[in-house]
């Protein structure tokens, strides 16, 4: 069993900044590749970032290419999504994720086997 912990997020003006992270519990955390998802009111689930299990190969969604950077640190256990020039747009409940031994369909959420509970980011205009 894996718990996936979420922080960081918060309200911003546009142009901004916000790093999240996410703390797994769970021993074997290279085992894992990582994503993060949001999710906008009355939206799908939608892929942000993921990043495969030593980190070499990282992934994004169109809309935030350029923007935001997804790294991890398997010696503490964390994945970070480091967000720049921030949007009203990107407003949503982010959501880590882990899928164990990794997927090539890294982009679909229902490759993933472990969720957070989502942390909130607000990107005022």
């Known amino acids: 069993q894996v718990q996936l912990v979420e922080s960081g997020g918060g309200l911003v003006q546009a142009g901004g900044s916000l790093r999240l992270s996410c703390a797994a519990s769970?021993?074997?955390?290279?085992?894992?590749?990582m994503a993060w998802f949001r999710q906008a009111p009355g939206k799908e689930r939608d892929f942000v970032a993921a990043?495969?299990?030593?980190?070499?190969?990282?992934y994004y969604g169109d809309s935030v290419k350029g923007r935001f950077i997804i790294s991890r640190d398997n010696g503490k256990n964390t994945v970070d999504l480091r967000m720049n020039s921030l949007k009203p747009e990107d407003t949503a409940v982010y959501y880590c994720?882990?899928?164990?031994?990794?997927?090539?369909?890294?982009?679909?959420?229902?490759?993933?086997?472990?969720w957070g509970q989502g942390t909130q980011v607000t990107v005022s205009s």
């Open positions: 994720a882990a899928v164990f031994g990794g997927t090539t369909r890294y982009y679909q959420s229902n490759e993933y086997d472990y």
């Open positions: 990043i495969n299990w030593s980190g070499a190969n990282s």
């Open positions: 769970v021993r074997t955390f290279v085992h894992y590749a």
